[in-house]
């Protein structure tokens, strides 16, 4: 069992910044991937990005969020972060972590999820 606090969201103006964490119960190297998803209201749930044990990444395929928001893993202190610069309004969204014993865009192949937390962003 695998279980997954993140912090961070908040209300931010368009253009701002805010850093995501997602702080797990268990090593990393107890599964194999982490990753952040997001759901707006009416939309289905979407991969941003996810990072392997290792350190491989892979961001959405849309190109929504390339050059603007960065994954990275302290797997000393059991947590990946998401780093997201210059938001827009289209970012707003109840952001998701979760863990998953193989690679993969669908959230159906995660195993375990936070309770989400919610970004925000006025234009």
């Known amino acids: 069992q695998v279980h997954l606090v993140e912090s961070g969201g908040g209300l931010v103006q368009a253009g701002g910044s805010l850093r995501l964490s997602c702080v797990a119960s268990?090593?990393?190297?107890?599964?194999?991937?982490t990753g952040w998803f997001r759901q707006a209201p009416g939309k289905e749930r979407e991969l941003v990005a996810l990072?392997?044990?290792?350190?491989?990444?892979?961001?959405d395929d849309t190109g929504s969020v390339k050059g603007r928001f960065t994954i990275s893993r302290d797997n000393a202190k059991n947590t990946v972060y998401l780093q997201m610069n210059n938001l827009i309004p289209n970012d707003t969204a109840l952001y998701y972590c979760?863990?998953?014993?193989?690679?993969?865009?669908?959230?159906?192949?995660?195993?375990?999820w936070g309770q989400g937390t919610q970004v925000t962003v006025s234009s």
């Open positions: 979760a863990t998953a014993s193989v690679v993969s865009r669908a959230p159906l192949a995660y195993d375990y």
């Open positions: 990072i392997t044990w290792s350190g491989a990444i892979i961001y």
């Open positions: 268990v090593r990393a190297s107890g599964y194999s991937t």
